[in-house]
């Protein structure tokens, strides 16, 4: 009877053990889709930073207006990719709780902080860049445009720290000795 309940709860402890192994894995490939979406906002917001800057000075109506609308699309593609990230980042830190890495558990929390905060930022930007390229004149397609700048500044700065914090989150989430963990 003893051996039974031995086998059973070597038998538990695996099958914990292996469930939690997986979840880690979920978790490394979450936080890892964050930092690629965080990659992908940055590379969106470098490319719109020469039609917004373009929009936003030139003399010409016209000219300003269709770099208004090549950012506007770029900014588009920029709001999804951070609203992608803040889900992602949303379910991973979840997932690093099932995990049990204090570091991990931090590091996510601030990947899904400045994942919002960028997203946050990108959409304001994004409404901005939307009234400029349907601005009636070239003094408010500016305003817009300069106000857009401004705003993505803001959101390129929180999408890199969360990137940032992703890495490290993705680079804790280890059951080696040498990172921390809740279990010592």
């Known amino acids: 009877m003893i051996t039974i309940k031995t086998y059973l709860k070597v038998a538990v402890l695996l099958v914990t053990s292996t469930y939690v192994q997986a979840q880690c894995e979920v978790f490394k490939s979450e936080i890892s889709d964050v930092q690629r ?8 917001s470098d490319s719109l930073s020469s039609p917004a800057e373009i929009a936003a000075f030139n003399a010409s109506m016209s000219t300003a207006r269709k770099n208004a609308k090549i950012a506007m699309l770029l900014m588009g593609q920029a709001v999804n990719a951070a609203d992608e990230s803040v889900i992602l980042a949303s379910e991973a830190q979840y997932d690093s709780q099932t995990c049990g890495l204090e570091e991990a558990m931090s590091y996510t929390i601030d990947a899904e902080k400045y994942a919002i905060d960028s997203r946050d930022f990108s959409t304001e930007a994004f409404e901005n860049v939307k009234n400029a390229a349907k601005a009636n004149n070239l003094g408010n397609l500016q305003f817009y445009m300069r ?3 401004r705003l993505m500044r803001e959101a390129q700065d929180a999408a890199d720290a969360s990137a940032y914090a992703a890495d490290n989150a993705h680079y804790s989430c280890s059951h080696d000795k040498d990172h921390a963990s809740i279990d010592k």
């Open 147 to 149: 106000k857009a700048q």
């Open 37 to 44: 979406y965080m990659s992908q906002f940055s590379t969106l």
